[in-house]
Every structure is written in C-alpha cells, then in structure tokens.
C-alpha cells in the first residue's frame, strides 16, 4: 500500500550537504571544525570560561561559501513523501513496521531517521478474529441438525468450503476447519477457521408435523408428558 505522510529529509538538490553543485563544505575556521568555541567571561571572582556554539558555522563545524538555492545550505527540505509499505500476511491491528532510512532527516549530513507504520486492520463482516484463527457463525434447522447437513462456508482469500455438519450436532457446536485461518506472521503455517454451528428451532408446526413429531417422541421415548395438555 502507498503511505504519504510530511517530513523533512535530504534535499533533492544538493543531496543533503547543502552545498550548491561545484561547491564544497570546508572546515570552520573559527571553531576548527568542533562546532564550538570557549569564550572568557569576567566575574567578581575572576575570569569564568565557557563552551558555547560557534557563531559561524551554528555548531556544525563545516562552512559552506555558496549554499545549495532549493534548502538555503540547510541540507534538509520539508515537504510530503509517498513510500510503497510492502505489508506481510498474518499482520494484526497495532502491528509496526519501520522502514530504514524514511523517517526524518534533522540537519545538513546527519543520518535519516527510520519511518514507523502502525497497521490498522479492518473487520471483516464474516469473521471474527482470535490471534490466528478465524470464527464464522451458521444456522441450521432442528431437522438439519439431527440428520446431518452441509453448508458452505466463506474463505478469507475468496472461495467457499464445503462443511461437513454431522448428524447430531448440538446447538453452539464448533467445527474447526484446519489451516483455513491467518498465516502466521514471520512463520510457516497457519490458523483455522472455526465454525460454531447454531440451530433454529421452530417456533409455529402444523398439525401434521406436531403429529409426526409426536410420533417420534413416543418411539424415542422423549416424550414426559402429553404436549396437547399444556394447551388446555
């Protein structure tokens, strides 16, 4: 992805000496290229000296007689950058990633500094996300559940899986499907793809199928009592 943020950093022109094109740094004559000089400093109590920056060169040591045009001899520009981020799989929400070399430039020859991108990682409506495993949610029917079913799950790079519901699967059931979660970051493999399967009872039968319901529970032996008295 593309990352355009403002920084300063080594001017286009002279390359960040801030020197003009044929010109050159030279060694401060004041301060001898140390960048500071002592000054005395009379007192009541005598003479004090101290280490202050050198007026000439600004505590930089170098001098330049014909300063680059773009930065003034600066040696750093401000401006806006567009750098291309190369995001590896597997990367979370407050993962970073620093860039060498693309951060801020502070002054004329001195290093840049490294660029931090902190990723932001947008939901996905059909998953949750736990570390590297992936949640998906489906519905099947009381009859579904008892007698089997399949259904097709998403993938996160596209696609569907088949799955397989067993029968008997009970309401809040998980069915994991391995290596279909996040690539690991930095590593080999990959989480699952957890399914938890819920199960949707009717809330409304016919007289038919209360009939036939009925009948399955006196075979099964489900039934404690006569469901038709709890209407009376």
Same mark, same amino acid.
């Given at each position: $992805?593309?990352?355009?943020?403002?920084?300063?950093?080594? &001017? *286009?022109?002279?390359?960040?000496?801030?020197?003009?094109?044929?010109?050159?740094?030279?060694?401060?004559?004041? &301060?001898?290229?140390?960048?500071?000089?002592?000054?005395?400093?009379?007192?009541?109590?005598?003479?004090?000296?101290?280490?202050?920056? &050198?007026?000439?060169?600004?505590?930089?040591?170098?001098?330049?007689?014909? +300063?680059?045009?773009? &930065?003034?001899?600066?040696?750093?520009?401000?401006?806006?950058?567009?750098?291309?981020?190369?995001?590896?799989? /597997? $990367?979370?929400?407050?993962?970073?990633?620093? !860039?060498?070399? #693309?951060?801020?430039?502070?002054?004329? /020859?001195?290093?840049? /500094?490294?660029?931090?991108?902190?990723?932001?990682?947008? +939901?996905?409506?059909?998953?949750?996300?736990?570390?590297?495993?992936?949640?998906? *949610?489906?519905?099947?029917?009381?009859?579904?559940?008892? !007698?089997?079913?399949?259904?097709?799950?998403?993938?996160?790079?596209?696609?569907?899986?088949? !799955?397989?519901?067993?029968?008997?699967?009970? +309401?809040?059931?998980?069915?994991?499907?391995?290596?279909?979660?996040?690539?690991?970051?930095?590593?080999?493999? #990959?989480?699952?793809?957890? $399914?938890?399967?819920?199960?949707?009872? +009717?809330?409304?039968?016919?007289? *038919?199928? #209360?009939?036939?319901?009925?009948? !399955?529970?006196?075979?099964?032996?489900?039934?404690?009592? *006569?469901?038709?008295?709890?209407?009376?």
């Amino acid at each position: $992805v593309d990352v355009t943020y403002q920084s300063s950093f080594a &001017c *286009d022109t002279c390359g960040g000496s801030g020197a003009a094109d044929g010109s050159n740094a030279t060694t401060c004559a004041t &301060c001898g290229g140390a960048g500071a000089v002592r000054m005395a400093k009379r007192s009541i109590v005598g003479t004090m000296m101290s280490v202050v920056e &050198c007026p000439d060169c600004a505590g930089e040591g170098v001098t330049i007689s014909d +300063p680059c045009s773009q &930065c003034q001899g600066r040696g750093v520009q401000h401006g806006e950058k567009t750098v291309t981020v190369e995001i590896p799989a /597997g $990367v979370s929400t407050g993962t970073r990633l620093r !860039l060498s070399g #693309r951060g801020e430039a502070v002054g004329r /020859g001195a290093r840049t /500094g490294d660029l931090q991108v902190e990723i932001h990682v947008d +939901p996905d409506p059909r998953f949750q996300r736990s570390d590297i495993d992936l949640m998906h *949610d489906v519905e099947v029917n009381a009859i579904e559940a008892i !007698l089997g079913t399949r259904r097709e799950v998403p993938l996160l790079e596209g696609g569907t899986e088949v !799955l397989e519901v067993p029968p008997g699967t009970q +309401p809040g059931a998980v069915i994991r499907l391995a290596g279909y979660g996040v690539p690991r970051l930095g590593g080999k493999g #990959r989480g699952d793809l957890i $399914v938890r399967v819920g199960v949707t009872i +009717p809330t409304e039968v016919s007289d *038919d199928e #209360r009939a036939l319901l009925m009948e !399955l529970g006196r075979l099964r032996g489900d039934l404690t009592a *006569d469901p038709a008295a709890s209407d009376t």
